[in-house]
Structure formats: structure tokens, C-alpha cells
């Protein structure tokens, strides 16, 4: 197996503090100086981009296509799914990706819901997702150690049979089992707090055990200035939760990249070898 490096492509402020903001410069900005990294080093990615990202910044996104790079659906709003009605989830969904079909000139195999947010409604979300024509979604945390959490869901990759007999690929976000427990260690913050020498390890462990690493990031995790050169007022624990690690994000992430063989996310969701999962009632 190998490492599936996916970006949730996204605006900070508008993400974490009010979706109601506007996408900002600073987001491109940061998108671009990863592509760049990306680019230096010859690597692919899985992007889930975020509609309002894409109608702001077309031309990252059109360069995202043209440099190899996947581009999935993050939705097009940032609004968490259990926040919406079914209606409201499948035209979010569908708006996104015809707006990625139309820019990247490829069609949109995945989905990826605002913070993980699919796993709480999952029952109808992922029915909706896989009449709309994606073949994959990666929004479970296969985890207790998350709001959004499903510790009822497997740590792997599995095909999930939905009630309507429709089928869609689950791609979990990377946990680790220790103590007993599963704790999640895919990315975003985990990596900013985790030390190198163990991200080698749990990620070297799970590959080792030739199973999938599904691994995230934002770009804005490479902008360690962002938070103290905010125009918003920013809750001293949101302060502390979203900024710590940032400084030394970047170097981490180069070094997981330089060290293990990675693929895109659609490849593995065609790979067709996954289990049959009949979906679960949500805890």
C-alpha cells in the first residue's frame, strides 16, 4: 500500500470562524506556495476543493488539473452535512462538482465533507453522493477522538453497500491502534503536535502492515503568520488549537513526502480488491 496525500483545499477565517466570510487572498496564496512545493518536488495530490474557493481562484484550480494533481469536491459552502437538510447536502454537493468538472476538464470521482461531517448523517449523505455520480467519499474518522467521529467504521478502505443497493467507496483517514483504543493521526493538527519521529513510525507501521494511509492537510498549515496578522478576532483557545505546530508544519510534511511513496485517492478507490460493508446505524 502507499501513502494517499489528500489537501482540503479551503480559506481559514471562513472555515473555522463564519462561513458567511468571504474566501480571502491569503487562501490562494497559500494553495499556490504548495503547489509550488509539490511541483519542486515532483509529487501528485489529491485536492478537495472547496466550491467558493474554486469560483474565486479558477486558475489554481485549472493549474491544480494541468500539474497532475486530483481534483475532488469539498463540497461548496463549508457547511457541516448534519447542518443540512438532504436537499439542501445534494445540491451543495452537485453544485461543487460541476463547477470542478467544468474548470479541471476531468471528472470528479470524490468527495470530502467540511470537517468530517458526513460520518454524523452518513446513512443518507453517502446515498446522496453516490446517486450524484461520486465513486468515493473521505469524511470518516473511524474514531472516538473526534466530534465527528464513527469508531463503529473500519480503519480501511471499504466498499459500502447502501440501502438502495447503490455502492460507494469509503476512503477512513489514517488512525493508529494504541492502548486499546484508535486514535486518529491522519494529518491537520495531529501532525502539527506530532513529533517527526513518530509520524515515520505510525505511518512506516501501516504501510509496513501493507495497509492504505489516508493522510490531510490544509494549506494554510504552511502560513504560521496567518493567525497573528488576522483582521478577525480570534478566541484565545481557537488561537492556540489552530496556530500551535504551524511553524513547523512544513518540514514535517517535506519529510513525509521525501521518505514514502504516495498515490492519489482515486486510484485507491478503484483498486475494487476493498471488502463489502453493509452501512451501519450511526452511534
Not at 446513512?123 to 477522538?145: C, F, K, M, N, Q
Not at 517527526?196 to 502560513?223: K, M, N, Q, S
Request: proline share 7%; glycine share 8%.
Amino acid at each position: 500500500m502507499s501513502l494517499v496525500l489528500t489537501v482540503d483545499v479551503e480559506d481559514w477565517a471562513q472555515s473555522t470562524l463564519d462561513p458567511g466570510l468571504p474566501i480571502t487572498d491569503r487562501a490562494q496564496r497559500n494553495t499556490e506556495r504548495l503547489l509550488d512545493l509539490l511541483a519542486q518536488r515532483e509529487r501528485r495530490v489529491t485536492c478537495f476543493v472547496l466550491g467558493l474557493f474554486a469560483r474565486s481562484f479558477p486558475e489554481t484550480v485549472r493549474r491544480m488539473a494541468r500539474e497532475g494533481h486530483e481534483v475532488a469536491s469539498h463540497g461548496f459552502g463549508h457547511v457541516n452535512a448534519f447542518e443540512q437538510t438532504p436537499e439542501v447536502f445534494r445540491e451543495d454537493v452537485r453544485r461543487a462538482k460541476e463547477l470542478l468538472e467544468d474548470l479541471s476538464g476531468a471528472r470528479v470521482e470524490g468527495y470530502r465533507g467540511p470537517d468530517y461531517s458526513v460520518g454524523r448523517v452518513a446513512e443518507w449523505a453517502l446515498e446522496i453522493l453516490a446517486e450524484e455520480g461520486y465513486t468515493y467519499d473521505s469524511s470518516i474518522v473511524p474514531s472516538r477522538h473526534s466530534r465527528n467521529g464513527r469508531p463503529d467504521w473500519p480503519a480501511d478502505p471499504v466498499c459500502v453497500v447502501l440501502p438502495s443497493g447503490n455502492e460507494i467507496v469509503e476512503l477512513p483517514v489514517a488512525t493508529t491502534d494504541l492502548l486499546g483504543r484508535r486514535w486518529p493521526v491522519a494529518g491537520g493538527g495531529y501532525h502539527r503536535l506530532l513529533p517527526w519521529w513518530v509520524i515515520r513510525r505510525v505511518v512506516g507501521g501501516t504501510l509496513g502492515a501493507g495497509r492504505c494511509f489516508v493522510a490531510y492537510c490544509h494549506p494554510y498549515e504552511f502560513d504560521p503568520a496567518e493567525l497573528a496578522e488576522s483582521p478577525f478576532e480570534i478566541p484565545w483557545k481557537t488561537r492556540l488549537h489552530q496556530g500551535l505546530g504551524r511553524r513547523g508544519f512544513e518540514e514535517k510534511f517535506v519529510r513525509m513526502i521525501e521518505t514514502f511513496p504516495s498515490t492519489l485517492a482515486c486510484r485507491v478507490a478503484k483498486e475494487g480488491s476493498w471488502g463489502r460493508f453493509p452501512l451501519p446505524t450511526s452511534k
